[in-house]
């Protein structure tokens, strides 16, 4: 069954270092998204992509952050200068049609130091 | 700002049972509905959805019901099962839902636990 993939698995960094989220969707998905879950709390939206571009972003996604899709197959976060704020589980998903069913990876763990 | 909103943090159902786990909503502007199931260290996976144009949907021991009037909905398990125990999350789209025109806003969740 095609899954969405998502590395790494853990990501520990320094405050204020850049990091960098990777994700390979489904392969004929043509949406993409970003959430995020910070331990205890609800899975947030951060950020949806389609067609080489962000189509909605909600608050939380400043300046700081920017998503990429480089090549056919990966798509990426980007987080410019972390915070501490910034740890949480990261999940990328993809969906085949537009407020349509998405389908989650096992996530990314960052945790800012 | 809760749009979507799941009350009980948990849910403790006896093996065989029926396990219902309910879902408010407060913005009018939903009008496509989702149940995700989540184990720790993993990422939700898709359960159920209802468009707003049923009010009920279902698929297997899977029932998802929606209330348009009360903006409500509910997702029935029948058998629970020992494997059902995990955190439901209840999630919504729609124009201008604050999740994006297509990203989902997720309710905090809702922690079953089937006991044998």
Known sequence: EPEVTQTPSHQVTQMGQEVILRCVPISNHLYFYWYRQILGQKVEFLVSFYNNEISEKSEIFDDQFSVERPDGSNFTLKIRSTKLEDSAMYFCASSGRARGEAFFGQGTRLTVV | ?116
């Open chain 2, 1 to 116: 700002d809760q749009q979507v909103k799941q009350n009980s943090p948990s849910l403790s159902v006896q093996e065989g049972r029926i396990s219902i786990l309910n879902c408010d909503y407060t913005n009018s502007m939903f009008d496509y509905f989702l149940w995700y199931k989540k184990y720790p260290a993993e990422g939700p996976t898709f359960l159920i959805s209802i468009s707003s144009i049923k009010d009920k949907n279902e698929d297997g021991r899977f029932t998802v019901f929606l209330n348009k009037s009360a903006k409500h909905l509910s997702l029935h398990i029948v058998p629970s099962q020992p494997g059902d125990s995990a955190v439901y999350f209840c999630a919504a789209s729609g124009l201008d839902s604050g999740g994006g025109a297509d990203g989902l806003t997720f309710g905090k969740g809702t922690h079953l636990i089937i006991q044998p």
